[in-house]
């Protein structure tokens, strides 16, 4: 199957501070990907969609000044937490669709701990 | 609004056969996955249901039934290395995914 890459795999961070996540699809091109939060023993929730050269869609709840993505080429995503606090730490995990696959099968990148002192 | 629900923690041994159950009611709908994720990894893909019955791949099969928003993950022939949380997710359309809050898993021997 396709291959996502993330990186970092985990970051610690003081508060206050910006954290950049990246997300690459390594074998083929991916118009959308999407991000995901995951706290401690709960589900994933998708926070936006990431749209290769247009604006991301987010979900509602997530606050888009806040969780910055920019979908600059057809294989790397970014997602930047600005001023981190605390309460943001948690799992993110981005995700792929292949166009030239399966039309229905997302491909999950290995996720990045978040740890916000 | 959507809605999906899964036990939160089921046992079983090695060699077993369990089932794990998955409803949903969410406000579109165009099929249903089924992941595996161990503790601190990402999700893998192991099944997606579009029509009505049962998919069978190897030792994990997956029913799907629209009209009652019903689906169930079958493993078979349980492993040690099958403990892990099992996630129901319902693609809402353009392939947006709603996650259940997952199963967690723990096979004995």
């Known amino acids: 199957g396709a291959v996502v890459s993330q990186h970092p795999s985990w970051v610690i961070c003081k508060s206050g501070t910006s954290v950049k996540i990246e997300c690459r699809s390594l074998?083929?091109?991916?118009?959308?990907m999407f991000w995901y939060r995951q706290f401690p023993k709960q589900s994933l929730m998708l926070m936006a969609t990431?749209?290769?050269?247009?604006?991301?869609?987010?979900e509602q709840g997530v606050e888009k000044d806040k969780f910055l993505i920019n979908h600059a080429s057809l294989t790397l995503s970014t997602l930047t937490v600005t001023s981190a606090h605390p309460e943001d730490s948690s799992f993110y995990i981005c995700?792929?669709?292949?166009?030239?696959?399966?039309?229905?099968?997302?491909?999950f990148g290995p996720g990045t701990r978040l740890t916000v002192l | 609004g959507q809605n999906i629900d899964q036990p939160t923690e089921m046992t079983a041994t090695e060699g077993a056969i369990v089932q794990i159950n998955c409803t949903y009611q969410?406000?579109?709908?165009?099929?249903l996955f089924w992941y595996q994720q161990h503790a601190g990894e990402a999700p893998t893909f192991l099944s997606y249901?579009?029509?009505?019955g049962l998919e069978e791949k190897g030792r994990f099969s997956s029913f799907l039934s629209r009209s009652k928003g019903y689906s169930y993950l079958l493993l078979k022939e349980l492993q040690m290395k099958d403990s892990a949380s099992y996630l129901c997710?319902?693609?809402?359309?353009?392939?947006?995914?709603?996650f259940g809050t997952g199963t967690r898993l723990l096979v004995s021997p």
């Open positions: 995700s792929a669709r292949d166009p030239s696959g399966n039309y229905n099968e997302q491909f």
């Open positions: 074998d083929f091109q991916a118009t959308t």
């Open positions: 990431s749209n290769e050269g247009s604006k991301a869609t987010y």
């Open positions: 969410t406000s579109g709908f165009n099929g």
């Open positions: 249901n579009v029509l009505d």
């Open positions: 997710a319902a693609n809402t359309g353009f392939q947006k995914l709603v």
